[in-house]
């Protein structure tokens, strides 16, 4: 397994596309810590990982709050000793047209997909950049790529996102850690399984279809750099000017 002996911390964990990357990772052999906040769907996660044979702990946290962060960080360095990859996956998405918009909407939104993000960053990266390799990958999205009519704070989120990435790959990359993004579009993490063969099939991926890809960016040879990639129905084709409406 490509992964033995690493430790991958996800955010955003408990359930959706963060449960499948934790089970990918730990697929690969990685020891994986979830970070989300505390309750049953967490406890549930990491119950369900270990009877799969995978070794796994949870991390209650709110990614809003650093003392949180960097105490989850500390978690899982006590249990496990070094953090070899971080994604930053802990995120969600409010249809929300400009005028439409609430201060406390918004800052939900910037709260939670973008500062989360850069606090699970701030936290993860020494640990990573101490051992001079290891990923640190952001979970963005189409909205990161192309302007989103009718969820712009949502796209605004997902434009800093890249922006905080692509600024922190400039500053890590002479340290060997390498900082890569995924986006994800139209992921079925909420309905009930799409049949094989229906016309719902073209247009959704499945959460594990994209936590394949976070674990091909992290098990890839420690000199490559891999940036974006987008995971998309086929049907959205393989460009934002493609998928856009
Ligand atoms: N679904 C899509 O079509 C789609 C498309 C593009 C991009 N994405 C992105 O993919 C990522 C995952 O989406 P998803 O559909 O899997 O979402 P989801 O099913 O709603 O899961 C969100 C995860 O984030 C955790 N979370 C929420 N608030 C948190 C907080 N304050 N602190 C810590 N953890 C928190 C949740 O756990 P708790 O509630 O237990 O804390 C849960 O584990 C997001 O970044 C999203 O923007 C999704």
Known sequence: MKLDGQVALITGASRGLGQAIAQALAAEGARVACLARGGAQLDQTVAALTASGATALACPADVTRESEVEAAVRTTLERWGQLDIAVLNA??????????????????LIDLNLKGAFLALKHALPWLIERRRGTAVGIGSIGALVGQPGSSAYAASKWGLRGLLESAALETRKHGVRVALVHPHNMNTAGPPIAPGSPERLRNVDPEDVARAVAFLCTAPDHVALGHLTVWPIAAGISATMAAP
């Open 91 to 108: 995120g969600t998405w409010l249809p929300t047209p400009i005028t439409k918009t609430s201060e406390a909407q918004w800052d939900q």
